[in-house]
Structures are given as C-alpha cells and as structure tokens.
C-alpha cells in the first residue's frame, strides 16, 4: 500500500493473521465461511495494535492485494484466501484460462520439482493469472522463479479450479505433469 505508514502495515498484517490463521489470539472465533465480527475484531486487535472501523474500512478498501472482504453492512469481515484454518469461503468453481502461474522462492524449487504444488499449510494453492503478479509473489521468497500451470488439461482431467473475491485461482494441489518451469 503506497504512503502507508508502518502501523497501519503492522495492523494488516496482524489482521491477516487473525482472519486467515489463528482467530484465538484476539479470542474470537471464525463462523463456518470465515467471517468475523467487526466489533469483536477491532476489540481484540485494539488491544495491541490501534485500530478503530475508520482505519479497518482503510486497510480493507486500500490493500493491493484485496485480502479481505466485509458482508453489506460492514458488521462482519473475512479473509478472501490464504487460510490454514478450515472455512468455507464460498468460493466459485471456475473453468481456468489454458495457463496459468505460479511463483515462487529458488529455495522451494527442488520440493516442487519432485512433488509438485502443494499447500503445505494452506488449504489451496495459490495461482496467478499472469507473470507479473506471479513474479511479485516469488519475490517475496528470495529469488523468484515462476511455474507455468497447464490449468486447462489438469481441469480437463477432472481437477477442480476457484476463483477468489481478490481474483487469485486456487486449486488443492498441481501435480507435476501439469507443470512448467520458466
């Protein structure tokens, strides 16, 4: 987020932990498809990180990577993906573009060049629709390296795709046929 100031990072992040990973450490709990209250969430991130429903519709309406998502009358809010923890976003089965990518750290390359993509502790693979995105994310691994998806004949051969709110693809796993290294 450009002209973000440092706390205002630190409490996304926080955020993000909390609504994709570990609710309890603010002690509230997530319903079935990751919601949380907006009042129970600004009380319990205030708690260690400033926080007020002016700053959260701040962070949610400025995050580049439009993490998060309020219901209608902005009372509950969730996470768009990335969770380790079992919720149901309600996410759209889609029919994915004939490729799509993936990036990530060189030191990852030789687990993925023998298993493929995994979630390790996520509940989906995250995947890009283009390279330049794909190369941001591997850029946040060390030196990046990007995997072309042959998302088309994997869902061809009966694997299932999701469109997030945020627009990131998501599938449970890429085995290594359907892969490319760049």
Same mark, same amino acid.
């Given at each position: $987020?450009?002209?973000? @100031?440092?706390? $205002?990072?630190s409490?996304?992040? +926080?955020?993000?932990?909390?609504?994709?990973?570990?609710?309890e450490?603010?002690g509230?709990q997530?319903?079935?498809?990751?919601w949380?209250?907006? @009042?129970?969430l600004?009380?319990?991130?205030?708690?260690?990180?400033?926080?007020?429903?002016?700053l959260?519709?701040?962070?949610?309406?400025?995050?580049?990577?439009?993490?998060?998502? +309020?219901n209608?009358d902005?009372?509950?809010?969730?996470?768009n993906?990335?969770?380790?923890?079992?919720? @149901?976003?309600?996410?759209?089965?889609?029919?994915?573009?004939?490729?799509? +990518?993936?990036?990530?750290? +060189?030191?990852?390359?030789?687990?993925?060049?023998?298993?493929?993509?995994?979630?390790?502790?996520?509940?989906?693979?995250?995947l890009?629709?283009d390279?330049?995105?794909?190369?941001?994310v591997?850029?946040?691994?060390?030196?990046?390296?990007?995997?072309?998806?042959?998302?088309?004949? $994997?869902?061809?051969?009966g694997?299932?795709?999701?469109?997030?709110?945020?627009?990131?693809?998501?599938?449970?796993?890429?085995?290594?046929?359907?892969?490319?290294?760049e």
């Amino acid at each position: $987020m450009p002209g973000k @100031d440092k706390s $205002m990072t630190s409490t996304s992040k +926080f955020i993000s932990l909390i609504l994709r990973h570990k609710p309890e450490t603010i002690g509230i709990q997530l319903d079935e498809h990751g919601w949380a209250l907006v @009042d129970e969430l600004i009380e319990g991130v205030n708690r260690t990180h400033p926080l007020d429903l002016k700053l959260l519709e701040k962070i949610v309406a400025e995050d580049e990577k439009q993490r998060y998502s +309020f219901n209608e009358d902005h009372t509950k809010i969730r996470a768009n993906q990335g969770h380790s923890i079992p919720v @149901d976003v309600e996410l759209k089965e889609v029919i994915p573009p004939e490729v799509l +990518f993936h990036g990530t750290g +060189f030191k990852y390359t030789s687990s993925i060049d023998k298993e493929g993509l995994k979630p390790k502790t996520r509940l989906y693979v995250h995947l890009s629709k283009d390279t330049d995105t794909a190369y941001k994310v591997g850029s946040r691994h060390g030196r990046p390296v990007i995997y072309t998806i042959l998302s088309r004949r $994997m869902h061809e051969d009966g694997y299932t795709f999701y469109l997030s709110e945020n627009g990131v693809y998501l599938t449970k796993e890429v085995p290594l046929k359907y892969l490319v290294r760049e």
